[in-house]
């Protein structure tokens, strides 16, 4: 299982607003089971088996040209770990049981 | 008002867990109240000033040397926006809107 | 066609070295024609048709596990053009074109 | 001694084009002496004391904004080793060197 975020930004879109094209390549997210997702302000984090998740990245890569966008550029980050099972919440829980035990 | 990603990997560290490095990153974060942060499964999320985030920025990744850490790659993602106030809730609420209406 | 960058990094390995790891990585891509490669300081940077190109990520990210990696963080940045073909060649010439001309 | 990539991505600038805006980041880059660079397909490699570099990246994201530019999105990847003496070109032959070993 991996996490892997993923931030799209179209270039020569004459607008400083990214967020209509966010939401379309949620709504490739939103059409489908196996991969579960979260938005976060910097991009959204996608969680599941490897190969389906960067399918996913793949179709929210496409879902942004159109509608006279030509160029985007697409940022992936991919955490993938073998030795034990980890989650977007087991992530973030074990960083704060760490800081709570100081 | 900046929005910044921070994600810190230490290099040779006998272990596949991340988390202690991230807490200690986080450190830096709870001893401040200029720049807002928020934890994320694939990083820590800073708002505000941008001078003023890229110095925390700058103690997190420091704050992960030391015991043994002698190389670290640190990934950051500015999105600097001047023609409008943005804020990390902002963001994900202007996408979110955009999803409602279809 | 898409210029996509690619950087691989095992987590957990012991040694500060990366470089037997961006080896075994480069080895994936010697082994085929399709897809044009350059080794740059910070990754390793491809050119081709964006499937062929991902395909090839996605083997590249595979190496580097086995041999006791058993995380790994791989860094993917895309630039996928379609008004215009651009090379890894011809986005180097057109900035230093643009430098000489002041 | 730092390694560090840093990608300069403008918003809503009408155009595909990003090469005027990285030749002007560039000029930053050239007017100094005491951080070496160096241009690939996707972005600057900057290489120097890790504080006299991070001062470059800040210029350079300024350098970008004007001229109607109000958004910009920029990717620094920083590789700060401190147990040996590592540059753009030590990185790149320590793995061409393996490479060639098999």
Redesign the interface.
């Known amino acids: 299982m991996a ?3 993923v ?1 799209i ?1 179209p ?10 094209y ?2 379309r390549s ?2 490739v997210l ?1 059409s489908q089971k196996s991969v579960a997702f ?6 959204t ?1 996608l ?1 599941g088996d ?2 389906k998740v ?1 399918n996913m990245v ?1 179709q929210m ?1 496409e879902s942004v ?1 159109g509608e006279g966008v ?14 034990k099972r980890a989650t ?2 087991s ?2 829980s ?3 049981s ?2 709570r035990r100081g």
Chains 1, 2, 3, 4 share one sequence.
């Open positions: 996490i892997v975020q931030s930004v270039l020569g879109t004459k607008t400083t607003s990214l967020s209509k966010v939401a949620l709504k939103q979260r938005l976060t302000p910097m991009g984090v969680e490897l190969d960067l793949r890569h040209f030509q160029r985007v550029v697409t940022i992936v980050n991919i955490d993938d770990r073998r030795d977007m919440e992530k973030i074990s960083v704060e760490k800081l």
